[in-house]
């Protein structure tokens, strides 16, 4: 099992900045990916960025020129930049990631408890 643990959420004020990260434990052989995603309430959960291991990265539209995604080469954390905030933005923030606990096996996906992020407007 590979275990997802998320911090840096809290209350920030529309125009601030805050940063998101995400430390993977567990039985990892490899983590080809690494990203974030949000669910706002009574909305459907959405990809924010992701990251992959040749450097790869995809940005939702809504957060492109504000959020930066980053993870160190062979790192299993990742992190979240958020800068300019929106209210908008207010979500629970789940990271995720796409792992293998040993090269025979298939890949799974792991996701962390969340962590909240309200923007005051």
């Known amino acids: 099992q590979v275990r997802l643990v998320e911090s840096g959420g809290g209350l920030v004020q529309a125009g601030g900045s805050l940063t998101l990260s995400c430390e993977a434990s567990?039985?990892?052989?490899?983590?080809?990916?690494m990203g974030w995603y949000r669910q706002a309430p009574g909305r459907q959960r959405e990809m924010v960025a992701t990251?992959?291991?040749?450097?790869?990265?995809e940005y939702a539209d809504s957060v492109k020129g504000r959020f930066t995604i980053s993870r160190a080469n062979g790192a299993n954390t990742v992190y979240l930049q958020m800068n300019s905030l929106k209210a908008e933005d207010t979500a629970v923030y789940y990271c995720?990631?796409?792992?293998?606990?040993?090269?025979?096996?298939?890949?799974?996906?792991?996701w962390g408890q969340g962590t909240l992020v309200t923007v005051s407007s």
């Open positions: 995720n990631a796409y792992y293998y606990s040993d090269f025979k096996e298939t890949g799974s996906d792991a």
């Open positions: 990251v992959n291991n040749g450097g790869a990265i």
């Open positions: 567990g039985r990892i052989f490899v983590i080809p990916a």
